[in-house]
């Protein structure tokens, strides 16, 4: 933008000081403030100023969004297919940890991935359950009930929310990972903003950069069917995904910006030709005051 | 009405109750201030509106948001506004003080003793002394002045500082020596305070519109509460019931439809952001800033009385940008009411300055040495003449020229006086005869004393006394005053003055040569405003002069038509004039008001004069203001005396102005309808031409009545000047509520004195002109300053910005709050329109009153598009504020789908992002909260943009907002977000490790940016194309002052006024008849020496009708002070 500090050193045209105190204590200061004479930056939109901002738009947007959909791309994906605690408070006079219809929804199915190798024996791919939630939450948002060292002492008292197959504190075995801190009950705690969602399942690790992660082969997915969802018409995905700069696949953000990166340029070139046709409308050589 | 009163009997008085006499203009006292204040302040429909929200939010069904989102900022608007009313009725509290307990001496016990003004009652006897105040109504008993007579000066109720005649009864005249008056009416019912009406909560055209606008936004929010329960109405019964086994429906909860109406209210609340309560403090808040601009402003200091200018009223600054008519008093407010002798010719030669140039003129003051003056000992110092030859020759011995000035020093109604110190005082009842008796003396002619029976004047240091024989009184008909004298040579002249084209006819045929060439001179006066009278003598035989006072007695004494055969008469003596030539009396205008006035006009601010003078003195005015001037093609003059008579004159020249306009534009009369007026009738012709029309009093009573106002209205909005002579108060509110009502034209009245109260109180805006002594208008006004010429920075400058910030306030405030609630609208459809907030409750409450007040509130106090200088020099400028063309329904809407297109874009860009997302780790980010923050922190940063592209004036105030607010937001948000605060708060900050999360993911900045730039790129096209193609003339002056920054512009262009030099002529004297009366009566003067007993006789011959008739003739300007009532003792 153009930039102009606009100085004012000009010096009150008021009339002279009536001599005598009275007349200078009424009298208001002359100070920037309070005549309103701040130094001040006054932009305006010329076709030098705003013209190029147009073109610096669409010469970075359309490079971010071809990288961000190369990048997007790259990212290979193999398909398959709560604070609040009522209605889910109580059950049979015992208060339900966790409460809530959150909670209650939680996704249990549990998946397992095969390798099915040359010798016809599955080989079981490393799954990683740790790691998956946020260290803010795992570490801070949920904690276990005080108590001693058996969970299930500490949940004493409670009992488990109506749809669960098994206690809250019989997720896991790992104790660093059971209770209120299991990771699965974590991810699915931190609600989706929109119907559709996708959520963190496991990990797959590559162990050493000489082996692929998942060296290419015939696999088997066996899924304990537990969260049903053909009643209100639901569907589940299972997707196995690299990871980028950028997290996941997302072509919308991509495709956004090329977009928008073309229209800011095409309207630079638009605004260019219109400024040229009538600059001389424009002209401010012709105003007088 | 009547009044039953025992003078001095208060026990008997007090049965009729009648007010007391304290003076009330307060609004509250201690005790009922919070209650009245509150009631007040709820009758602002926003505020009830968020006080019904609040009982909303406290039902948990519908709640859907928790209780301090709303509580929080209502508070703190209710108590804003409750301490800057507590302070404003503060201060009108010690003003009433001040009046009310001034001191006065009352009659009780039968003892004299002091009591504060606001204790006397209803038939108090009051003694009262030289100089005191009044503050009742009072009825004179007695006074020390022989004949009961007493002067008062009403400055406080009309202005004018002469002294007006009061006389007393003759029954009580008799009973004491002091002053003493009875207190008649009291209180509220005195005359002022039955002229000043009542104290009406003024609000800006900009409130109303915001006021209509609120309640379409309300309508506006019920339509959008309406489609998303619908929409969950229809969600519950075809997918929510898929998911009962999971959403069971609460107890009291098992219908769709039922569900549907809470989630109505649910999405009232949420959606009650688009009016945010804090749009109108901060609109208090801007004008409070503009007010104190108003008030530091150097430009409207005036040093000589150190009396800046002040803003008594805070709520009205962007109106001052609007302003279309402007009602304007005379005396005081456009004329100093001083009168000075300038010029005058004597027998065909022009005496005083000759001014070619007004810079010229002024010059020439500096430069040359007044005239000594002959008898510097009895010189009034105040006078300066600044031309030699005329005192040349006086010592010369010309006998025109002293002949010229014996006239003046002789034919007056002037009152001499020695004061304590020996100076000559010059009682004057008009300060025009005071100039022109002033200037006799200090030339020479000193008028010394009078009786009855004679004139002792001091002609070049010898004493002279005249007989005086007869007196010619003025009167409105004959436009001239003549008296008869006998010299000590045995003599008899007559010497008279008097309106030129009255004078002229009188003439002797031998005149003609001196008479052409002093019409000339008279010409040249006229064309510099000067107000001129002719000045002529005869010479009268003893035998001629004796039969003529025979038949004059005779008439006198007559019965039956005394007043035609004394006119006969006097017609009958004044002819066969000699002229000895001409004066010229400068009613000195205020500094600079023929720049504003001229300035005002290009503003295409009308200005009308309602004075309370004459219409001659009105009109002379007029014209040495360029309100009038020859150029323009007709002045309309209305006279009638009845309401047919009005009509008829106001629809001949409304024919005459048509007539004429469509000569000039060859048929073709453009008719501009602007609004669909009330009056059918009113149609704004756009007239080629310029146009004034003068109306008296007596006929604007007339035209005030319902059937003819409208033709009145529509004459005189076709003129560009209106001038009204001889109004009462109430008719100057009239008028001004008339064109309020009928021209939805937002109106100013300015003035001085009591008398213009009810017009400033009526007026949208009024301005008092304060430093003087009088302070009515002033503490009634809106606005106050010393100089009539501050009204041009006031309104091109000071109220050119209000109303240009307060537009683009307005605008970005709506834009804003739309922006940020409709978000909540699209989620809607994505959570089952289950009244789910998308931003952070914590979010919600800061939003309005932390993150984004402050750089708008900056951009509202401090922005300035062009420079004052430039507001001053392009009066053009100030259009756009009368036409409205800123903020309006159209501009809303522009606003508001500026608005919605950016809670679009808002909204569905990080919709589309986070439809299919993952972080850098895998780890999930599409989740509500994330979602939250990342739509929070584009939503800050996208208005941010905004405002930065809005504000024109970046001080550095601006820059420390709008950076500082970005920088806050951050700030809070880590902070609502960090461990430490879940720790002590669990429950009220679930956010946590949110911003740390979401913050550090590029795609989330992604996001943020893509947001950012679609939000603001069209608005950045829109402007440039706008400013490029369409510029206005701000934009043009703002680019102009951008190239002329470098090489400072040259200094300011004023417009040049351009005198015409037409001829007017006029007795224009703020004259009374009957003064002429009272002196050969003798009555205003004490007894020095006995008066010969024919005297005697004829004082006592004339004493009843003397009285009589100066009390049938005052009654016009008596009843200007509002209906005169009879009192009953």
Known sequence: MAMNYNAKDEVDGGPPCAPGGTAKTRRPDNTAFKQQRLPAWQPILTAGTVLPIFFIIGLIFIPIGIGIFVTSNNIREIENPSKECEPYRRNEDKPIAPCGAIANSMFNDTLELFLIGNDSYPVPIALKKKGIAWWTDKNVK???????????????????????????????????????????????????????????????????????????????????????????????????????????????????????????????VVLLVINHKYRNSSNTADITI | MERIVKANDREYNEKFQYADNRIHTSKYNIL???????????????????????????????????????????????????????????FRHKSDNQVNNRQSEVLIDSKLQNEKWMNVKVGDIIKLENNQFVAADLLLLSSSEPHGLCYVETAELDGETNLKVRHALSVTSELGADINRLARFDGPDTKLMQNSGKTKFKRTSIDRLMNTLVLWIFGFLICLGIILAIGNSIWESQIGDQFRTFLFWNEGEKSSVFSGFLTFWSYIIILNTVVPISLYVSVEVIRLGHSYFINWDRKMYYSRKATPAEARTTTLNEELGQIE?????????????????????????????????????????????????????????????????????????????????????????????????????????????????????????????????????????????????????????????????????????????????????????????????????????????????????????????????????????????????????????????????????????????IETVTSLSLANIKIWVLTGDKQETAINIGYACNMLTDDMNDVFVIAGNNAVEVREELRKAKENLSGQNRNVSNGHVVCEKKQQLELDSIVEETVTGDYALIINGHSLAHALESDVKSDLLELACMCKTVVCCRVTPLQKAQVVELVKKYRNAVTLAIGDGANDVSMIKSAHIGVGISGQEGLQAVLASDYSFAQFRYLQRLLLVHGRWSYFRMCKFLCYFFYKNFAFTLVHFWFGFFCGFSAQTVYDQWFITLFNIVYTSLPVLAMGIFDQDVSDQNSMDCPQLYEPGQLNLLFNKRKFFICVLHGIYTSLALFFIPYGAFYNMAGEDGQHIADYQSFAVTMATSLVIVVSVQIALDTSYWTFINHVFIWGSIAIYFSIL??????????????????????????????????????????????????????????????????????????????????????????????????????????????????????????????????????????KKTTDTVSSFGQDKTVKL
């Open chain 1, 142 to 268: 949920f904690r276990n009930p005080p108590g001693g060292d058996n969970l299930e002492e500490r949940f004493k008292g409670t009992t488990k929310p109506v749809n669960w197959l098994k206690p809250v504190y019989m997720l896991d075995s790992d104790p660093d990972n059971n209770g209120f801190i299991n990771e699965d009950f974590i991810v699915w705690m931190r609600t989706a903003a929109l119907p559709t969602f996708r959520k963190l399942y496991r990990l797959i690790e590559r162990k050493s950069d000489l082996h692929p992660t998942l060296p290419a082969g015939r696999y088997s997915l066996n899924i304990t069917y537990n969260y049903p969802v053909h009643y209100f018409d639901g569907r589940k995905r299972m997707i196995l995904s690299t990871i980028s700069w950028m997290g996941g696949k997302n072509p919308f953000l991509g495709i956004a910006y090329i977009a928008v990166g073309s229209i800011s340029f095409l309207l630079g």
């Open chain 2, 32 to 90: 009922t201030f919070l209650p009245i204040n509150l009631f007040e302040q709820f009758q602002r429909v926003a505020n009830a509106y968020f006080l019904c929200l609040l009982i909303l939010q406290l039902i948990p069904e519908i709640s859907s948001l928790t209780w301090f989102t709303t509580i929080v900022p209502l508070v703190l608007v209710i108590t804003m506004t409750a301490v800057k009313d507590a302070t404003d009725d503060y």
């Open chain 2, 325 to 593: 008519y402007i009602f304007s008093d005379k005396t005081g407010t456009l004329t100093q009411n001083i009168m000075t002798f300038k010029r005058c010719s004597i027998n065909g030669r022009i005496y005083g300055e000759v001014p070619d140039d007004l810079d010229q003129k002024t010059e020439i003051t500096q430069e040359k040495e007044p005239v000594d003056f002959l008898v510097k000992s009895q010189a009034d110092r105040e006078f300066q003449f600044f031309d030699h030859n005329l005192m040349e020759s006086i010592k010369m011995g010309d006998p025109k020229v002293h002949e010229f000035l014996r006239v003046l020093a002789l034919c007056h109604t002037v009152m001499s006086e020695e004061n304590s110190a020996g100076e000559l005082i010059y009682q004057v009842q008009s300060p025009d005869e005071g100039a022109l008796v002033t200037a006799a003396r200090n030339f020479g002619f000193i008028f010394k004393s009078r009786t009855p029976e004679t004139i002792t004047i001091e002609e070049l240091g010898t004493l002279v006394t005249y007989q005086l024989l007869a007196f010619l009184d003025f009167n409105n008909t004959r436009k001239r005053m003549s008296v008869i004298v006998r010299n000590p040579e045995g003599q008899i002249k007559l010497y008279s003055k008097g309106a030129d084209t009255i004078l002229f006819e009188k003439l002797h045929p031998s005149n003609e040569v001196l008479l052409s060439l002093t019409s000339d001179h008279l010409s040249e006066f006229a064309g510099e405003g000067l107000r001129t009278l002719a000045i002529a003598h005869r010479d009268l035989d003893d035998k001629y002069f004796k039969e003529w006072h025979k038949m004059l007695e005779d008439a006198n004494a007559a019965t039956e038509e005394r007043d035609e055969r004394i006119a006969g008469l006097y017609e009958e003596i004044e002819r066969d004039l000699t002229l000895l030539g001409a004066t010229a009396v400068e009613d000195k205008l205020q500094e600079g008001v």
């Open chain 2, 974 to 1111: 880590f902070t609502m977000h960090s461990n430490g605060i879940f720790g002590i708060f669990p429950n009220q900050f679930p956010f946590v490790g949110n911003a740390r999360h979401s913050l550090t993911q590029k795609c989330i900045w992604l996001v943020i940016l893509l947001t950012t730039v679609a939000s603001v790129l069209p608005v950045v096209v829109f402007r440039f194309l706008k400013v490029n193609l369409y510029p206005t003339l701000s934009d043009q002056i703002r680019r102009w002052q951008k190239a002329q920054k470098k090489a400072r512009p040259p200094s300011s262009r004023r417009p040049r006024t351009r005198r015409s030099s037409s001829r007017r002529s006029g007795y224009a004297f703020a004259h009374q008849e009957g003064y002429g009366e009272l002196i050969t009566s003798g009555k205003n003067m004490r007894a020095k020496n006995p008066p010969p007993t024919s005297g005697l006789e004829k004082t006592h011959y004339n004493s009843t009708s003397w009285i009589e008739n100066l009390c």
